[in-house]
């Protein structure tokens, strides 16, 4: 398996948790990608000779001094590893966290890499799962105000989540009938409309109509317990209608081992589960966890041959 891993954030502790994730699993198999003077010096005792490199850092990053040039070397990086994914040249791709906030003021106005890898793969619908622990979570919704949220759920667009879902946790995960539960939007799951109507006017009708096309799916359930019901192996996935709804609770269960894994598109992408902690940059207690189990996850779903959506 050759994987190709983006360096994120130059500034934040992307440059130190990639070159520690080499240190731990070794060069061979591996292509980096971004900025690469800054991992070189971000490495301990250097990046191995056998380490393949494509760097393409715009400016000089400082180290917990994010800069809005450095945005065209990152958004640089995830696309052309992106390609080399869709290409063959690589099986699959990881990525260390970036800043959208940097991103933005550097003039590009993805909400996320999930958006970006989304837009280069040019087919196929992204939807984000995070796998840590006991739990595999994914997002009805991904990175929007709370207020919009609402309107951005429609029966349609849960019954695309649900049959990617069902789809990826087969190929990727080897499950053979994925169980997936489906949270409510409101507290209680509406209370039978007490509390909304969201649950009986989009979401049930979205779960019934993906159990008539094959979907193991079930719901809408409270998400306050659903999760707890999950952990102890009730269910095989969850599926959130917000943000943090669906990643709170993974967090706490397995923050710092848990991996961000792009499902729907022809391409496999993984990804850590924190972001760019610029206040700790540089200092020697970034942990590179995440991103070796990303690495690893990575190798597997590619040796299943879960990389064509």
């Known amino acids: 398996m050759k994987i190709g891993v983006t360096v994120g954030d130059p500034a934040g502790i992307g440059p130190e948790i990639v070159a520690a994730a080499v240190a731990e699993l070794g060069a061979d198999g591996l292509r980096l990608y971004g900025d690469v003077r800054a991992t070189q010096i971000a490495a301990v005792a250097g990046l191995p000779a056998n380490l393949e490199r494509v760097d393409t850092a715009s400016v000089e990053a ?33 990525t ?10 550097g003039g590009f106005e993805y909400p996320g890499h999930t958006e970006l890898i989304e837009e280069c793969a040019g087919r196929g619908r992204a939807v984000m799962m995070l796998v840590g622990g006991q739990l595999r979570v994914a997002l009805a919704t991904i990175h929007c105000p709370l207020r919009e949220v609402p309107e951005r759920l429609s029966p349609h667009g849960i019954e695309q989540v649900l049959a990617v879902m069902d789809t990826d946790l087969r190929s990727r995960f080897g499950l053979a009938q994925p169980r997936i539960a489906v949270c409510g939007l409101n ?23 993906s159990i008539t096309a094959g979907v193991h799916a079930s719901g809408p359930f409270s998400a306050d317990s659903l ?16 943000h943090d709804q669906a990643l709170g609770p993974l967090k706490v269960h397995a923050f710092g081992r848990a991996v961000n894994v792009t499902l729907g598109l022809p391409l496999i992408r993984t990804s850590v589960d924190h972001g760019t902690a610029f206040d700790i940059a540089g200092r020697g207690q970034a942990d590179a966890t995440s991103l070796i189990e990303a690495i690893r996850l990575a190798r597997e779903i590619a040796r299943r041959g879960g990389g064509q959506a």
């Open 62 to 94: 400082r180290t917990g001094e994010p800069d809005p040039a450095t945005a065209v070397g990152t958004v640089e990086a995830i696309r052309r590893a992106a390609r080399d994914c869709l290409s063959g040249a690589i099986d699959a791709m990881v």
């Open 96 to 105: 260390a966290p970036i800043s959208k906030e940097i991103l933005a003021k």
């Open 187 to 209: 507290p209680h799951a509406g209370e039978g409309g007490r509390f909304g109507n969201e649950e009986a006017l989009l979401i049930r009708p979205a779960v019934e109509t």
């Open 227 to 242: 999760f707890a019901r999950a952990v102890s192996g009730e269910f095989d996935a969850v599926l959130g209608m917000y």
